[in-house]
């Protein structure tokens, strides 16, 4: 889930979250993930073009969120 290898493609930091789709499944695990700025919250709606992830300092979105990761 944790992805600190990945560089923003914006402004070269890696600062780098997971977007989460969704509702979460824990709650207290969702807004300490949000703290430690491991996820950002995408929204509840789930759209065909959604980004993966997110700059956390520049908050640019790329990527393309994977189908079979709904767990
Ligand atoms: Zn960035």
Redesign the pocket.
């Known amino acids: 889930m944790i992805n600190n290898n990945l560089t ?6 890696n ?2 979250a997971v977007i989460f789709w969704g509702y979460p499944g824990n709650m207290d695990w969702y807004l300490q993930a949000i703290k430690n700025k491991e996820i950002v919250p995408g929204g509840c709606l789930i759209g065909n073009d959604d980004s993966k992830w997110e ?6 979105q790329w990527g393309t969120r994977d189908e079979d990761e709904d767990e």
């Open positions: 923003c493609p914006q402004c070269n930091k600062n780098v700059c956390t300092d520049c908050h640019w």
